[in-house]
């Protein structure tokens, strides 16, 4: 079975907020997919809608 939307290479911050990570996205150099803690740090101190 395959799937359309592969939603593994999706920053973590999109991943957090289940949306789809576009190419351009600017939040994906800070919060790499593989580093999905590093986002939820910056989520406790800032929230979501400050980033």
Not at 7 to 12: E, G, K, Q, R, S
Not at 13 to 33: G, I, M, N, W
């Amino acid at each position: 079975m395959t799937v359309k939307g592969d939603t593994n290479n999706a920053c973590a911050a999109c991943k957090y907020q289940r949306r789809r990570c576009p190419a351009d996205c600017p939040l994906a150099a800070y919060f790499p997919a593989d580093q999905p803690k590093q986002f939820q740090n910056c989520h406790c101190l800032f929230s979501v809608h400050n980033i």
